[in-house]
């Protein structure tokens, strides 16, 4: 037995009482014929947040969520049930409720499991709320706003949060597989905002990981956080109109990745294309981009926000090609849309809770980087933007049209980057901006740690990256018209 | 203190168990020497299926549960939550808090909602009606809206199904000053979603119902069929050339300008001078034909309480009229840091409505237009609420003379919400009553609109 699976009992399992025979006889349970999957989802999470505002470190919150979801799938069908009790007889209601997909009911013998063999974790099992003191905790909250009050006096507000989870989760299937992890997950927030002759702007910054609280003071991360808000925000006190219509856009290494997230990401869900409702659906070996572009989903890169080292579903995560040198070469899959596709799990299978049914979904998802030097793509356009800074982003996989909002903008004019616009949404059809994508830089780096993701109104941690790329070619909705 | 007013109904066993587990928390923070509490419940439950090419593909069975606890020691608070209901649990819960509140610091603002403006009325709004559906009934209805779908025409090719689901149950609200506030409500849901098109020209549309009682939902083949003819209307979609136009947000739609309104005299966003319209109180920032309100007490409404997240009494109130906001959107903590009485809108706005000026619903208002863009989709999240500065992608129509040409796609529509709230012309009749905000279509007489 790993000692994975006995700290995650522990947690999950002795407080009730439960032991391996009450997994064995639900998963039996289940199993009545017709049912070809199921499985069996503990959760314990625990939850703290911080908030500094106004001056004052006024709120703090903290929680406990834990409970048990029960899912058996026969073909395509899935039944669902979960419970926030972990006992023998809430299962056994949980899988009575489940099966009820199945035609007829007779219960398997009971299920053995067995632990799936020790998987090298991609980060510690640590506990993120105790690794530090509460009362350092708010000290940091505060130092940090006092950083970025000091930098410049046209802040006015300087909003600061801090939270950490630990989640606890065991897997246990019908083909008797045990498997579970502990992740920690951290972090750190700030946003201000500055006033200058009237006029008032934001700027926000933060980042985290699967770590420990003490993530933000190494390395003077969080005073890091403090400055990079403030500039943006200073920034965007000098932006003009942003102009409206197509043109070639450079977009900056890092968190503009998120192109890669909304444009391509969400399309090669294996879900969506074994319903034919992407628009990459059936386009496996066609060129879906210019030949400089190599992306991936990677969940193996140790400690980032998106990494796990195992899925909801028990798979190990792994670094999977999407698109190499231009061409389409697989789909995200999860245990059911991999089985019935005939293809294998990609590790992808997540969830928000015990409370939701897992899909296939992204972990880290970045473009590799390519030789131009990142200064020689701006140098090379005459006219256009340069984007270095997003919030959202948003996808109709059907007809492939996405969305991402730049928060950081300059006009590129003669080859240089001039004066910053303001914010815009950035438009395109996810099957042709990678075809336009000209020029990639040599320059990889991925975001700082604060992806969400959210799919059918479920919620996940995920990471982007990418190299500064050209794209000949892409609608920008800013109100200057020319 | 002394007077305990009660939601006027019989209390049923899950929610004596409510009441109970409140006081315990209540005294459990008490007992620690916390001068206030709030604790926040609810248990619900339900089903959730959906149906896809007439195959049962997932059956959901839900029950959750959940308690929140903020406690104060004068001006420092603690918050906590848990969803385990056991003595053991609440009270480690409580200690919790309380322990938060050791460490956050003194703020004069931090407290229970002042006891004179808790509600002391609780007027029957008709929110509860369960709905005892079994599974193969659901099952059924979703064939039915999902099957009317796919019958309209052979360009719908694909599907992502047709949806039933229903909830019930109950909330408390109970605080140290003596409030105790049940309410309990139910919701049911009809939707479905179907592609039309094939491979690069595909599109994708949903519809959907929701209402407290089953009584008043669209007949599924209803919502398949409106389902169908909006998935059909995007076919052929072309992109739209770079320029200044007139939109109609379709109501569906529309409701989103009023969230960001809502957002910017919210005030969270006021204290913290993170609103373009700061101090805007009094002034005309819609023109003269609008009016806003809010209509808490609307029976059957999806946004209608008695009592806010404070137990404070809602009220029905004019937000903007004759396009002059009136009144801003305040919860205790806001409206103490403002110098101002709350306006019972801790947890938001009940029912916000934007009254029509037209008699007209849709046709009408795209007569007055003549020719402009109707946008019926909007997606990302490009609204900036301390600028006002506004550009989202969207999916619409080219109108000519008051008639839709054609669908357009991958455009995005930018402005600045003080010029965009300015310049709203006319408001339709075709009021959206699913959510709570309710408004019909609406006309901005100029848009800046990007494309090819």
Known sequence: MSELIQLAQQSLWHPTGLVEQDISRTLGKIMTPGVDYADLYFQYSRHESWALDEGTVKSGNYGIDQGVGVRAIAGEKTGFAYSDEITGSALLDAATAARSIAMSYKDAGAIAVRDGGTMVPLYQPLDPLDSMQDKEKVELLRQVEQIARQLDPKVKQVTVSLAAVQDTIMVARADGLLAADIRPLVRMNVSVIVEHNGRREQGSMGGGGRFGMDYFTQQDRAGEYAKEAVRQALVNLDARDAPAGEMTVVLGPGWPGILLHEAIGHGLEGDFNRKGTSTFSGRIGETVASSQCTVVDDGTIRDRRGSLTIDDEGEPSQNTVLIENGVLKGYMQDQMNARLMGMKPTGNGRRESYAHLPMPRMTNTYMLPGDCDPNEIIASVDKGLYAVNFGGGQVDITSGKFVFSASEAYRIENGKATHPVKGATLIGNGPEVLTRVSMVGNDLALDSGVGVCGKDGQSVPVGVGQPTIRIDGLTVGGVSVE | ?452
């Open chain 2, 1 to 452: 203190m002394n007077n305990h007013p009660w939601h006027p109904v019989p209390i049923d066993s899950q929610e004596s168990t409510l009441l109970e587990i409140a006081d315990l928390a209540l005294t459990r923070a008490t007992d620690k020497g916390a001068t206030g509490a709030e604790v926040s419940m609810g248990h619900g439950q339900g089903i959730s299926v959906t149906v896809r090419r007439g195959q049962v593909e997932t059956v959901e069975h839900n029950r959750d549960k959940s308690l929140g606890v903020t406690v104060f020691f004068e001006h420092r608070s603690g918050s906590a939550d848990t969803t385990d209901y056991s003595a053991s649990a609440v009270e480690s819960c409580v200690d919790a808090a309380c322990n938060i509140a050791r460490f956050t610091e003194q703020d004069e603002f931090n407290g229970l909602a002042e006891p004179d403006l808790l509600a002391t009325e609780f007027p029957e709004l008709d929110l509860y009606h369960p709905w005892d559906l079994d599974m193969e009934q659901a099952i059924e209805l979703a064939q039915r809206c999902e099957q009317a779908a796919l019958d309209q025409d052979k360009r719908i090719t694909n599907t992502e199904g047709g949806s039933i689901s229903s909830h019930h149950g109950s909330e408390l609200y109970a605080n140290s000053n003596g409030f105790r506030g049940l309410s309990r409500s139910s919701r049911h849901s009809t939707s479905c979603s179907v592609i039309a098109g094939e491979g690069d020209s595909m599109q994708r549309d949903y519809w959907f119902d929701s209402c407290r009682d089953r009584n008043d939902l669209m007949p599924p083949e209803e919502v398949g069929k409106e389902t169908a003819r909006r998935t059909l209307r995007r076919l052929g979609a072309r992109k739209i050339r770079t320029g200044d136009y007139p939109v109609i947000y379709e109501a569906p739609v529309a409701g989103s300008l009023m969230s960001h309104l809502v957002s910017a005299i919210n005030g969270s966003s006021l204290y913290r001078q993170a609103s373009f319209l700061l101090d805007s109180k009094g002034e005309q920032i819609f023109n003269r034909k609008i009016r806003i309100h809010e209509q808490p007490l609307l029976k059957k409404a999806s946004g209608s309480a008695s009592f806010d997240n404070e137990g404070v009494a809602t009220k029905s109130r004019d937000i903007v009229t004759a396009g002059v906001l009136n009144d801003y959107v305040l919860n205790s903590y806001s409206s103490r840091k403002l110098g101002l009485q709350t306006t019972g809108n801790a947890g938001g706005v009940h029912n916000l409505t934007i009254d029509s000026t037209l008699k007209g619903g849709l046709e009408n208002l795209l007569s007055q237009m003549g020719t402009g863009l109707l946008v019926s989709e909007l997606i990302g999240f490009g609204v900036n609420t301390v600028t006002g500065d506004y550009s989202r992608g969207a999916f619409g129509f080219w109108v000519e003379n008051g008639k839709i040409e054609y669908p357009v796609q991958e455009f995005t529509i930018a402005g600045n919400l003080r010029d965009m709230f300015m310049s709203i012309e006319a408001v339709g009749s075709d009021v959206d009553t699913r959510r709570s905000t309710r408004t019909g279509s609406i006309l901005i007489s100029k848009l800046t609109v990007a494309g090819e």
